[in-house]
């Protein structure tokens, strides 16, 4: 019988993610979920196995994809897709390039300032089945060696683009736009769904801007994430009412990596709290 809870954002070893995806579909089933997307970053799993092993969970074939608005790096989950479409496939190519230069370059800051992580060919091998090897495994590595307290430090104190940048490299990587994201993932017949509003450095009025401009992209099928496991209760109420105002569905998202030792999938998100998005997701 299928779990009675609802995730449409997690994220396994494939991109950035710590466990493998069926040990995160084990996680899920524990946690009582029924429905669950797999939303690697740029990145589609193949779910015939995994449905095979997991009869019990409805599995929605899904991705986050990185994306580029005005000076933004903006994150869209796309849910439902054909992840055989010409055209995501374009996306998603475009935005898996070689990122050895990228983090060659991030290792090197680190090691100056007497940080060593191992070398880019090293952490990748420790990293065998990522296809996002990425700034966050870093972090990780940095925290198992004790160089950090958390993931989040690693990129407050060093490698993210806001704090102290001790160890900042500016991202060379030339993701598609927002506009070309959305048109793909309509083009897979999947759903659109704007990520974690409140991820971005946008004041009010750049958030209602974005939100409208969402829509226009995506039309009825619209979504955005409302139910997301790390905002308050406050902020889920305030996300309800602006998707609300521009007729977006609304999203249930633990954004789940499993990197945390208190990290969970254990939301509680239900159906009613996503109705609409999971009915036109014929589920």
Do not use: W
Request: glycine share 8%; hydrophobic share 45%.
């Amino acid at each position: 019988m299928k779990g009675s809870y609802i995730d449409l954002h997690t994220h396994s070893c494939l991109s950035d993610g710590n466990l493998t995806p069926e040990a995160l579909l084990t996680a899920a089933r524990e946690a009582g979920i029924g429905i669950l997307a797999l939303t690697d970053h740029n990145a589609t799993a193949d779910l015939a196995p995994l449905r095979e092993a997991f009869p019990e969970l409805a599995l929605i074939q899904g991705a986050e994809i990185t994306c580029r608005y005005l000076d933004q790096e903006l994150h869209v989950v796309a849910l439902g897709i054909d992840p055989e479409d010409p055209k995501l496939r374009a996306v998603l190519a475009n935005n898996q390039p070689d990122r050895r230069p990228y983090l060659s370059a991030i290792l090197q800051k680190l090691l100056a300032l007497g940080i060593d992580v191992g070398t880019y060919d090293e952490l990748q091998a420790a990293n065998p089945h990522s296809r996002h090897f990425g700034r966050m495994q870093i972090a990780k590595e940095m925290q198992r060696r004790g160089y950090v307290a958390t993931a989040d430090e690693a990129f407050d104190v060093y490698m993210g683009a806001h704090g102290q940048r001790l160890a900042y490299v500016a991202n060379p990587l030339k993701y598609v736009t927002l506009e070309e994201a959305v048109e793909a993932i309509l083009s897979a017949g999947g759903i659109p769904v704007l990520a974690h509003l409140y991820y971005y450095l946008l004041d009010a009025e750049g958030e209602r801007a974005l939100v409208r401009r969402f829509k226009e992209l995506a039309g009825e099928k619209a979504a955005m994430e409302v139910h997301y496991a790390a905002y308050t209760p406050e902020q889920r109420a305030a996300l309800g009412a602006i998707a609300d105002e521009f007729g977006l569905m609304h999203s249930c998202a633990s954004d789940f990596h499993g990197n945390l030792a208190d990290e969970t999938l254990a939301h509680g998100f239900r159906r009613e709290q996503c109705a609409a998005l999971l009915d036109a997701l014929g589920l």
